[in-house]
């Protein structure tokens, strides 16, 4: 028999076709076949219990199968024992074939308030063409998903093929399906949910890749978020120039945060004004926040030190680290 390539979640089938070419009755003709992946071992035929006897030129058959739901390299051992002339004796045929993981996938996981959003990037790690048929994330015990990504029509029922290298993108809504259960909560989960990747070959097998898992820990996206929208590619010294900030309330509720300046962090970039700035922002709003500053010293300077403090919002305190660059002259 010649055994190829195989991709994960293909069921593999053997024909084993024994026969006596001997001029005389075999007797007790028994098969036992093994297979094993790693320090896995499975028994896939074992008939040492109706052994039978096999006539000259006689032929006995048997087919086995098995899932192949790990990447690797499989063993396949084929034992045929058997009695002649009151003496028993064996002989054994072994095979090794690979079993390849029809796709390489790599994920992202965001978290935005109550819900998660799960990007699993899949791409075709085949030397040739492949369907992705069908697709599922079954998550975590207290977690529902919902598939945010937009199918188009062109790709019809068998799902996008996908040429060698060839990527797909699926975006998941996970949410906990327990109400009380609030942001902080749901950072702490690491299990998101397992990946299921259906696949067929163009005009060739087809099969399930199960198991991969979805266990990188969520990337907080805080509450309320600060950026530089308008700022000046370069000013003049010990003059006083405008720069707008923009802050953003993501959560569902009215927010009052107020905006900080830490000045000795911003060492020569000199704030006008009062050192924290008091804000109202409703639900999902985007807010402006024009801000005078000076330099005093020539060359490129940073704005840091600038946070944001609100009761509703936990850390109390959130920093933005550098916000920009400033170039005076």
């Known amino acids: 028999m010649a055994l190829q390539k195989c991709l994960v979640g293909e069921q593999f089938t053997g024909y084993l076709h024994v026969t006596n070419t001997s001029g005389h009755v075999v007797d007790n003709v028994g098969l036992r076949v093994e297979i094993d992946i790693g320090t896995s071992k499975y028994t896939l035929l074992n008939t040492a219990s109706a052994s039978k006897n096999l006539p000259a030129g006689d032929s006995v058959d048997a087919l086995v199968e ?24 064996q002989f054994r045929r072994a095979y090794r074939f690979p079993a390849l993981a029809p796709f390489a996938v790599s994920q992202r996981v965001v978290q935005m308030d109550r819900q998660l959003l799960v990007e699993c990037l899949v791409e075709n790690s085949t030397e ?47 949410t906990p399906q327990d109400e009380s259960v609030d942001s902080a909560a749901l950072r702490e989960r690491e299990a998101v949910g397992v990946l299921s990747l259906c696949w067929q070959v163009p005009d060739g097998p087809r099969g399930c890749m199960e198991g991969h898992q979805i266990q990188v820990k969520a990337m907080a996206v ?11 590619a370069q000013v003049k010294v ?20 107020k905006v900080g300046f ?14 924290q700035r008091p804000l109202q922002l409703q639900p999902g709003q985007r807010k402006r926040l024009p801000i005078e500053l000076v330099i005093t010293v020539p060359g490129l300077h940073t704005l840091q030190g600038v946070s944001i403090a609100c009761d509703k919002v936990g850390p109390e305190r959130l920093d933005f680290g550098v916000l920009c660059d400033l170039l005076a002259f």
Not at 139 to 167: F, H, N, V, W, Y
Not at 238 to 257: A, D, K
Not at 262 to 275: F, N, S, T, Y
């Open 66 to 89: 098995h899932p192949l739901s790990t990447a690797g390299t499989y063993a396949l051992t084929c034992i045929v024992f058997y009695s002649c002339n009151g003496e028993q004796g």
């Open 128 to 174: 040739g063409s492949i369907f992705l048929s069908s697709w599922g994330l079954d998550c975590a015990e207290g977690l529902q998903s919902e598939l945010l990504t937009e199918m188009d029509p062109i790709i019809g029922s068998s799902g996008p093929l996908l040429k060698q290298r060839g990527c797909f993108s699926l975006v998941f809504r996970v």
């Open 222 to 232: 805080f509450d309320l978020d600060l950026q530089v929208v308008q700022c000046p």
């Open 238 to 257: 010990e003059e006083p120039f405008s720069l707008e900030l923009q802050v953003t309330n993501r959560t569902g509720e009215l927010l009052q945060p």
């Open 262 to 275: 830490d000045l000795r962090m911003m060492g020569a970039v000199k704030l006008q004004g009062p050192c």
